[in-house]
């Protein structure tokens, strides 16, 4: 079992930054790829970034924008949030993936709003 704290949300005007963090925790597994998806109001949840391995990707709206990265050896990753926009306004969710059976397991979810 994995469990996942995400950090970091918050309210922040457009333009600004903000900076999350999700730490895994657990014993017995492996984890292949972390990342951030978001969910806004009424619309379906979609991916933000991943990093596993050697690769990471991005939405193409988020690109030049966020910056996704893991410590491996703490377990956890970030996603660095510059050039914020009203529409990066989301609750935002951390995932990861283990290496055998590749098994999801999200967050809890962190609210990140940005206003005019």
């Known amino acids: 079992q994995v469990q996942l704290v995400e950090s970091g949300g918050g309210l922040v005007r457009a333009g600004g930054s903000l900076r999350l963090s999700c730490a895994a925790s657990g014993s017995g597994f492996s984890i292949a790829t972390m990342g951030w998806y978001r969910q806004a109001p009424g619309k379906q949840r979609e991916l933000v970034a991943t990093?596993?391995?050697?690769?990471?990707n991005y939405a193409d709206s988020v690109k030049g924008r966020f910056t996704i990265s893991r410590d491996n050896a703490k377990n956890t990753v970030y996603l660095q949030m510059n050039s914020l926009k009203p529409e990066d306004t989301a609750v935002y969710y951390c995932?990861?993936?283990?290496?055998?059976?590749?098994?999801?397991?999200w967050g809890q979810g962190t609210q990140v709003t940005v206003s005019q």
């Open positions: 995932n990861a993936r283990t290496t055998v059976l590749r098994i999801a397991y």
């Open positions: 990093t596993g391995g050697d690769s990471t």
